[in-house]
């Protein structure tokens, strides 16, 4: 199969150092230029390997598609009768372990079989919610030939399982009407049905303030005055504020999960009516009898939007502008004053890139240190939501590339994620990819020593005992990549950024520099750290409780 695609003129490939990297890229490549990312490996261990990449596709409804290498029939253990663990060499049954993280595996039997399946995975992976799929083909059927008309007559025939979903009619007007404190919330799902814009006017029409998830703020326009930011444990305080002070909540495509709702999600918006709108029945299953929950294809949002809103009287807006302009977010309080702080660190670098710049974020502190303070501008950021492993932004920073030759793309990661997949630097070379790497260097694990210094006394297991890096400066020379290191903001401001060429800058931070605001455990999501009171739901005609367990005694 390795050779037929490298020699069909048709087809450009990319080889990378480990599968994982592979599939990562290939997600990468959807989330950037809306093409599905194909990756071959080999069985057995090349197979397994692209099981992170896979899931990452898998949480953030990304279509990718994934062809893998499978021993001969005939020397396949089901073949001998006998429930042996492996037959042939390297024989792995690898659709039995990735059925729970694709819409669909199957490994085919013959020639016919594959044509089918290679036809139906592609609108699977596409169609409805997306996500990845994955094809396994034993050595017999790809040693089988076959014509061109072959070809033609499949395709001739092929009929794709039709989707009979169909939607009752409803109005978002009918759930906000007469709401004296109306919030909407957009998630990664309006992202993907490609209405984000649609309701971000009507909000704007009807002065409905809105709030969004991760997966969806890159998306909107966060100079809005009625965008107040994104949600959750690591979200920005007025945001919080404002879900925990409306009184009805419209949830848009956002699954509603636990870095948004925290561990106990009875202490989410627990005062308001709360609506969710998903195009999965199964993600509104979760939600419980406090929700409203209506399946729904995001991408016909405009069927949503028949009637303005009946006004209502109300200060809302004003409050929650006021809030915003007299409270201090947090940010400057990560570290000591006079050292690098990495909220800033990450807007000085992100002046640097271009207005239309892709850039990735990877896992851990540098995550929210950058999805906590990226700036409004064109610039798509992106990151793997949902499975969030460490070293994702490296190799989806060379799908990215791959796939939009013409935009610079810059990632951002921590110490210890580049240390995951530090060989695709190999791969940046061979392919001359100009991607510009931020390497956000605090020589540890913050995220899990932050952690481990609220609840664990401060021993740092594994995150700072047991944890070291090489020296940057000398693997990006064995790279043969432009290293720079920025001690100071000045040394951030003066990087001079060359178009042509890959570089990594590392960014010296404090090794205890924090993530600010950040809600801790069994707190409110309003209620975050640093503690600064919380005028964001002072107002309110009612006292709220001091603690989510409050609520249950309630
Ligand atoms: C593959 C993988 N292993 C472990 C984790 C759990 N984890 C999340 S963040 C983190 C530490 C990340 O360290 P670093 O990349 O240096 O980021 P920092 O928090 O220091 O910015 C770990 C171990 C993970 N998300 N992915
Ligand atoms: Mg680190």
Not at 341 to 358: E, G
Request: with cysteine.
């Amino acid at each position: 199969m390795v050779d037929a695609i490298g020699e069909n003129a048709s087809i450009e490939y990319v080889p990378f150092q480990h599968e994982q990297a592979a599939a990562m890229a290939a997600d990468a490549i959807w989330r950037t230029n809306a093409k599905v990312g194909v990756t071959m490996s080999t069985s057995g261990p090349g197979a397994t390997n692209l099981i992170t990449g896979i899931a990452c596709s898998w949480f953030d409804s990304i279509p990718s598609f994934h062809i893998t290498g499978q021993v001969n029939d005939s020397e396949s253990a089901k073949s001998l009768g006998a429930k042996v663990r492996q037959a042939g060499f390297q024989e792995t049954e690898i659709v039995e372990m990735v059925k729970p993280i694709t819409k669909f595996a199957k490994k085919v039997s013959s020639v016919e079989d594959l044509a089918q399946v290679l036809l139906e995975c592609f609108k699977l992976a596409t169609t409805g919610r997306r996500g990845p799929v994955l094809v396994d083909i034993p050595m017999n059927v790809q040693k089988e030939e076959v014509s061109l008309d072959f070809w033609l007559t499949i395709l001739a025939q092929f009929k794709p399982t039709e989707n009979k979903s169909r939607y009752l009619k409803y109005d978002l007007s009918q759930f906000l009407d007469n709401s004296e404190r109306p919030l909407v919330l957009m998630g990664g799902g309006l992202v993907a049905g490609g209405k984000i814009g649609v309701i971000q006017e009507w909000c704007q029409d009807n002065s409905v303030p809105f709030v969004s998830s991760w997966s969806a703020m890159p998306f909107l326009d966060r100079k809005h005055e009625l965008y107040l930011g994104s949600i959750g444990v690591y979200g920005s305080r007025v945001a919080n504020w404002a879900v925990q002070a409306c009184d009805t909540l419209v949830s848009l495509g956002s699954r509603l999960d636990n870095r948004q709702r925290t561990a106990n999600p009875r202490g989410f918006a627990p005062f308001a009516k709360k609506i969710a709108f998903d195009l999965d029945p199964e993600e509104l299953k979760k939600l419980g009898p406090s929700y409203t929950c209506i399946a729904f294809d995001l991408s016909k949002a405009e069927e949503l939007i028949n009637r303005p809103l009946s006004p209502s009287i109300n200060g809302w807006i004003d409050k929650l502008n006021e809030v915003r302009e007299t409270v201090s977010e947090g940010m400057e309080e990560a570290c000591q004053p006079h050292l690098l702080n990495p909220y800033r660190a990450v807007r000085l670098a992100q002046q640097l890139l271009n207005d239309d710049a892709i850039v990735v974020s990877d896992c851990g502190a540098n995550l929210c240190w950058v999805y906590q303070s990226f700036r409004p501008s064109n610039q798509l950021l992106f990151t793997a939501a949902g499975n969030s492993p460490m070293g994702y932004s490296l190799p989806a920073a060379i799908g990215a590339s791959l796939a939009n030759p013409d935009r610079q793309v810059a990632c951002f990661i921590g110490d210890g994620g580049l240390q995951m997949n530090i060989q695709e630097l190999q791969t940046i070379q061979n392919f001359k990819l100009p991607i510009k790497i931020f390497v956000q260097n605090n020589f540890g694990y913050g995220i899990i020593k932050q952690f481990q210094d609220a609840y664990f006394q401060g021993r740092h297991h594994a995150s700072g005992y047991g944890y070291s890096l090489p020296s940057f400066t000398k693997i990006a020379f064995a790279y043969d990549i432009e290293y720079l290191e920025c001690k100071t903001e000045d040394d951030i401001r003066n990087l001079e950024i060359d178009p042509r060429k890959p570089q990594m800058f590392d960014l010296i931070l404090p090794s205890d520099a924090l993530i600010t605001p950040k809600v801790e455990m069994d707190r409110f999501i309003h209620d975050q750290f640093p503690y600064q009171g919380n005028p964001g739901i002072s107002f309110l005609p009612f006292n709220y409780p001091n603690h989510p367990s409050q609520l249950e005694q309630a």
